[in-house]
């Protein structure tokens, strides 16, 4: 899923071999959901690939980086409405088509109030981020219609999504879950938004450590997201086990009067902020609340006038 505005669309894919079809369902056993998710990590990436993109009736090519993904900024003549439109990417061989897939564009028009930007892991989706054993317990023994949301995440979200207002979410899953994450949103109906993930990973070691690094990625997706929608602000959530704050708190400096709330679910026993970067937020004039459970996010949301009962 793509996203962009009048004048700029943003477009990302990768061309694998290797990689199954993956249809999982609620009454699936573990060995399958293993296999499954161990799939995902041992597909081979093809670099160098030609890829040729359709948006309504121009047509565009780009070509897959060493690690078999493209990235392309698009420039049409045709100006899109706001709303969700159709993409069609495809791969050539000898002259001929040996591949088509269609993808999605999210286009965001000035009628949008607010965006939201979101983390996922332990955000929306329970995870145990830190905690290796636990999360990875959940990898892989359950799947995309197994795995659960934290209690009232899809009703809030939704709320925040009336009018027409944008979600994007910016997370340290790899792209290698991109599958997985748009069948659980779907499943759990949270808000359809384009995901901003980490690069693709390849290898065991990888599925093992899945969701590392240093997060500092989310913070130049952001940036973009944020300069791409210069008229936009935005309401931002996170959670306090994955540097959430601090990369939102670089956010506040860097655009100063976007920001209008910050919502952090607390995980485990350690808060994410002290009173200094409290203090920060406040002089600002940006809430920011460290949350027990979505239902207080709610009710802070409703107070200020984001959402309507």
Partial sequence: MGYGNRNQIYL????LENRPEFNSEAADKRGKNFRIMLSRYLSSPIPDMKVKI??????????????????AWIEPKYKFEPGWHKVIFSIDENGEEIYKVTGEFLIVGSEAQFGTISDIDDTILVSHATQLFKKLRLIMTKNAKTRLPFEGVAEFYQKLRASENPFFYVSSSEWNLYDFLQDFFQVQDIPK????????????????????????????????LMTLFPNLK?????????KDTE?????????????????????????????????????????????????EA???????????S
């Fill in 234 to 242: 935005f309401i931002l959530i996170g959670d306090s086990g994955q």
């Fill in 247 to 295: 990369i939102y708190r670089q956010a506040l400096h860097e655009f100063p009067n976007r920001i209008l709330a910050v919502y952090i679910r607390k995980i485990g026993k350690k808060d994410d902020f002290d009173e200094k970067t409290m203090h920060e937020f406040e002089d600002k004039g940006v809430p920011l609340l460290m949350l027990e459970n979505t239902a």
């Fill in 12 to 15: 990302k894919g990768g061309v």
């Fill in 298 to 308: 709610e009710n802070h949301a409703q107070d200020k006038g984001f959402i309507i």
């Fill in 193 to 224: 938004g384009p995901f901003l993930l980490q690069e693709y990973k390849s290898g065991l070691r990888d599925l093992l450590f899945t969701g590392g690094g240093s997060h500092q990625h989310k913070r130049d997706k952001i940036k973009r």
């Fill in 54 to 71: 359709v948006l309504g009736e121009e047509r565009f090519t780009t070509q897959t980086d060493e690690y078999g993904y493209f990235s």
